[in-house]
């Protein structure tokens, strides 16, 4: 039997397949998300998890592009602060097994936190009264977050360094920055509706109003 | 073969073609060889540059006499007479020797280059002999000869391939010639007679009753020849046998003369039958360019004369026996036809030339045939000329002249070819030309730190024009889809932005990394404590934390690029430097040979941006959030190890922080 357990594929190789991987888990995601029943939240939350995780470690040759930014400002618009902040700590507390952690893990839940409360505040800039996904805002805002988003885990380099590092690292990153903030146009581009589609099939509608109701005589 | 293709090239110098041998498709008026322009200089700084450059392929070798405070003073360091190897195209410097055992202050014995051996020969004016292979600059062997007052002053010359003799190296020294094999092992050797010395004293083919109706092979008649100050002419076959002698005192009935170029094989007047040794020669009242006939007796007897001025350059050597010869008036070039116009020399130019004229075949080739003169006044400069034959007489034209930015006087002549040159003065200053298209690939890397040259970039990504058009054009187009209002166009516009942007990416991080300096934590070079042996080296240092350091907290150890230790001391850091290193181009070299020396555990990732440094010895990445950076030359490093470039005395200090 062969193994191929030794086979090198390189930088390149490694990448087509990675990139091959994630598509087909999208694909795969998405045909299995339409047949389940409408209203479960958890499903939906759980699927933004699934490709914000295996995304993040797929796409890790790729320097700092990743869906999570893009997932978690539609998480936030559609589902509110609440589950964004759930679905930030369990996306980087997840892929961080894999990639390592330390210190910067807390810097990007709460940067990741962030951006779901940026999406949650911009909800109804982003999405109209239709439930539809203004696709043009979402890449505006994914793109700046990008930068935001980097600018904030970079604190967590003051741990080490002095205060006055943090400019030129910041200066000197920001090819970084531009490829994260590229990468979200991308998937904002890509996976905006369809997530978007996906999240608003999962809204649990729960009426608060029970008292003070008007009875029909 | 090599020596049967050198002895067709010898018999394509003096063969009788018809005039359309040296014809040409256009009118030379209507033809110009552009000089290409200047791509990168450099300030050598290493005394006089007497001899061309070579360029073979990407590498370009350039002999310097060496700079020194004064006359009689030790070498500057780092100055000294040696050899520099740059890559041609990009001016980085692959590796450099240093010959501090000259003392002369110049270096006119040129280098030569045997292919098969990859090998650079070099004679000094030492007495000493080296061969270096060519890509590295390790010294294979030296060897040395006698020397009186200025060693080794001619041009050696190889005979390889040969089916009749084994190769060999040959070379006139001060006192005599010397053949050696190519491991350096000694074949012959033979005194010039009279206690007669040489100088400037080159190698040349000839050929001596050679007989037409026998196969042309080197046993027809090939010997090699010099000459010495004493007017002697010698000859030896290539395997050192049959040393023959002859004196042109006796020969041409006066006295005084000095061989001081290369013989060569040359056609005689009026003997279509036979070849004729022909050579340049200083007598008292100047030079003059004769042509001697081999007798059966073994005799010479001269055959031609012609008159040049004083001081006589080392003639060129072109197809069809064109002789072009220089001297303090003016550039002659004569010809052997049996034709009216080849009865009085034809001027080229005007003098002082005393140094090398050199032939610049290349791509261009229908204009004539390409050299260089150099000029040797004190703000010299190099004139490149066609020459053709006009059907009754030699045609010449100037086709540019090439002035140094820095001047000096010049005796070297330009290396190269006709698309590809390069030259120094005596200012050791080193220009090197060519079209961007002429260079294998269009890098754009800027040599750091050294004012003295520069690269000129035909693109700004580095990639060829046409694929830098195409980027741009996915750039665009990218764009304008992310604009419009389809989504599958928004798509299509973002996956083409991302994918220049990748594509991009390495050579944009490079370039805005370069082009913003870390400034919050530069640390000055902490060099008080280095050896003397350190000086003008590469030198590495390792700084650990106490927890990880296996010696006395505080130490720091200085090793040489051996690994022994030269010195230690105690102050604020645990360290250990390797000094002494040499010809590394970038961090990620310097320091696996530095962690190799100390040894040290080295691992790094390859990442998309570059090496990323992981272990060095017991600082393990990420213990105790801890990392490897480092700084080179004082100034924090922002680059990945294998991007970021250093310099020959450049100081890199990692630390585990």
């Known amino acids: 039997m062969l193994g191929a357990h030794d086979v090198e594929l390189g930088m390149t190789g490694t990448l087509i397949v990675n990139v091959a991987i994630f598509a087909l888990l999208i694909t795969g995601l998405w045909r299995f998300e339409r047949r389940l029943e409408s209203g479960q939240i958890l499903v939906g939350l759980a699927l933004i998890a699934v490709i914000g995780i295996t995304g993040r470690i797929i796409l890790e040759p790729l320097p700092n592009i990743s869906p999570v930014t893009i997932l978690l400002l539609l998480a936030g618009a559609h589902y509110g602060i609440r589950h964004g902040l759930l679905l930030a700590t369990v996306i980087v507390v997840c892929s961080n097994l894999i990639l390592g952690h330390g210190i910067w893990t807390l810097y990007q839940i709460v940067a990741w936190s962030l951006v779901a409360c940026a999406g949650a505040y911009l909800s109804t800039w982003l999405i109209d009264s239709d439930g539809k996904l203004n696709i043009n805002r979402l890449i505006v805002v994914g793109f700046a977050s990008g930068f935001a988003f980097d600018w904030f885990v970079s604190l967590s380099v003051l741990h080490t360094q002095p205060i006055s590092y943090l400019a030129p690292y910041l200066v000197q990153g920001f090819v970084y920055d531009l490829v994260h903030a590229i990468g ?34 | 073969m090599r020596s049967a293709r050198v002895l067709v090239f010898a018999i394509l110098l003096f063969a009788i073609f018809s005039s359309s041998a040296l014809g040409h498709d256009v009118e030379p008026q209507d033809v110009t060889w552009e000089l290409p322009p200047v791509q990168w200089t450099k300030d050598l700084d290493s005394g006089y540059v007497s001899t061309s450059p070579l360029v073979i392929d990407d ?20 100055k000294g007479p040696g050899i520099y190897a740059f890559n041609t195209y990009s001016g980085e410097q692959i590796w450099r020797y240093e010959h501090n055992q000259s003392r002369s202050g110049f270096e006119i014995s040129p280098p030569v280059y045997i292919e098969h051996y990859e090998m650079l020969i070099n004679g000094w004016t030492s007495g000493y002999i080296t061969a270096h292979n060519i890509e590295t600059g390790e010294l294979l062997w030296s060897h040395e000869t006698e020397r009186i007052s200025w060693g080794i002053t001619g041009k050696p010359l190889s005979i390889i391939g040969d089916q009749f003799y084994h190769d060999s190296i040959h070379l006139a020294t001060e ?56 007017g002697g002419i010698h000859a030896w076959k290539a395997d050192g046998a049959g040393f023959t002698s002859w004196d042109l005192d006796d020969l041409l009935g006066l006295s005084g003369w000095k061989v001081r170029t290369p013989p060569f094989i040359t056609s005689l007047l009026d003997e279509p039958e036979t070849f004729g040794l022909g050579v340049v020669v200083q007598g008292q009242n100047g030079g003059e360019f004769i042509t001697l006939e081999y007798q059966e007796n073994g005799s010479l007897e001269l055959n031609a004369m012609v008159s040049l001025g004083i001081a006589p350059a080392i003639p060129l050597l072109l197809p069809a026996g064109v002789v072009v010869t220089g001297d303090l008036s003016s550039v002659l070039a004569h010809c052997s036809f049996n034709s009216p116009g080849c009865e009085n020399a034809t001027l080229v130019d005007s003098g002082p030339v005393s140094g090398e004229i050199t032939s610049l075949f290349g791509e261009y080739n229908s204009g004539g045939m390409s050299f260089a003169i150099p000029h040797n006044t004190e703000e010299g400069y190099w004139t490149g000329h066609l020459i053709w034959w006009n059907e009754t007489k030699l045609g010449t034209s100037l086709q540019w002249d090439w002035h140094p930015e820095k001047p000096g006087w010049i005796t070297a002549g330009v290396g190269g070819t006709s698309e590809v040159m390069a030259a120094a003065n005596d200012a050791s200053w080193l220009e090197v030309r060519f079209e961007n298209t002429s260079a294998p690939e269009n890098n754009s890397t800027e040599i750091g730190g050294d004012n003295s040259s520069y690269v000129s970039n035909s693109t700004v990504t580095g990639l060829s024009m046409v694929n830098e058009l195409f980027l741009v054009v996915i750039l665009m187009v990218s764009m304008g889809a992310l604009f419009t209002g389809t989504s599958n166009a928004k798509r299509a516009g973002s996956i083409g932005i991302l994918l220049v942007l990748l594509l991009l990416l390495p050579t944009l991080n490079v370039a805005w990394v370069s082009s913003v300096s870390n400034e919050g934590e530069d640390k000055s070079v902490d060099s008080g404590q280095f050896p003397s042996e350190y000086a003008n080296t590469q030198v590495v240092c390792f700084e650990f934390p106490d927890d990880v350091w296996d010696g006395e907290p505080g130490l720091s150890l200085f090793l040489n690029e051996n690994g022994e230790e030269i010195s230690r001391s105690l102050g604020n850091q645990s360290r250990t430097c390797v000094g002494g290193l040499q010809g590394h181009q970038n961090i990620h070299t310097v320091s696996i040979e530095a962690t190799n020396v100390a040894g040290y555990n080295y691992t790094w990732d390859e990442q998309p941006l570059g090496l990323f440094v992981k272990d060095i010895g017991l600082g393990i990445a990420g213990d105790g959030d801890r990392w490897w950076l480092y700084w080179v030359d004082g100034k924090h490093g922002a680059l990945a190890a294998d991007l970021q470039p250093v310099t020959n005395a450049s100081v890199i200090e990692w630390r585990f922080l």
């Open chain 1, 184 to 217: 979200n146009l991308a998937f904002a581009a890509w996976l905006g509706v369809p997530i978007s589609d996906m999240l608003k099939r999962h809204y649990s509608f729960k009426l608060e109003a029970t008292n003070n109701v008007p009875h029909a005589f």
């Open chain 2, 59 to 78: 590498l370009l070798i350039v002999k310097v006499g060496g700079s020194s405070q004064n006359p009689s003073g030790p070498w500057e360091d780092g």
């Open chain 2, 175 to 230: 006192t005599g010639v010397i053949g050696l094999t190519p491991n350096g092992t000694v074949m012959f050797e033979h005194s010039f007679p009279d206690n007669a010395t040489g100088y400037r004293n080159g190698l040349g083919m000839i050929l001596l009753d050679y007989n037409f109706s026998l196969p042309f092979t080197s046993q027809n008649g090939m010997f090699i020849a010099t000459g010495d100050e004493k």
